[in-house]
Nanobody, 121 residues
Framework: QVQLVESGGGLVQPGGSLRLSCAAS????????MGWYRQAPGKERELVAT????????YADSSVKGRFTISRDNAKNTVYLQMSSLKSADTAVYYC??????????????WGQGTLVTVSS
């Protein structure tokens, strides 16, 4: 079974920091792009950031660029999202996403189960 498992969410005060992790496991031949999305209460899921297997990054908009950093460890099949200067507007369920090719060369798009980040005093 190929899956993504997230960790690192929780409650943090405004201005604080948090790091999310997402590890891929199973019969994986290759992982292509990985990314983080988030869904705030009452809103649609939105892209936060993506990273290629070579480490090139893109951030969805200026609201997170400079505060959030996406990175990955290819040896561990893991993607991270370092979040700093957190605001209440960052409160959301964060989902990781990955394009994966399995050992039998089947392409899959995987989603993590989601991890809740709450920014509140």
């Amino acid at each position: 079974q190929v899956q993504l498992v997230e960790s690192g969410g929780g409650l943090v005060q405004p201005g604080g920091s948090l790091r999310l992790s997402c590890a891929a496991s199973g019969s994986i031949f290759r992982i292509d792009d990985m990314g983080w999305y988030r869904q705030a209460p009452g809103k649609e899921r939105e892209l936060v950031a993506t990273i290629t297997s070579g480490g090139s990054t893109k951030y969805a908009d200026s609201s997170v660029k400079g505060r959030f950093t996406i990175s990955r460890d290819n040896a561990k099949n893991t993607v991270y999202l370092q979040m700093s200067s957190l605001k209440s507007a960052d409160t959301a369920v964060y989902y990781c996403n990955a394009g994966v090719v399995t050992w039998n060369y089947r392409p899959l798009e995987l989603w993590g189960q989601g991890t809740l980040v709450t920014v509140s005093s």
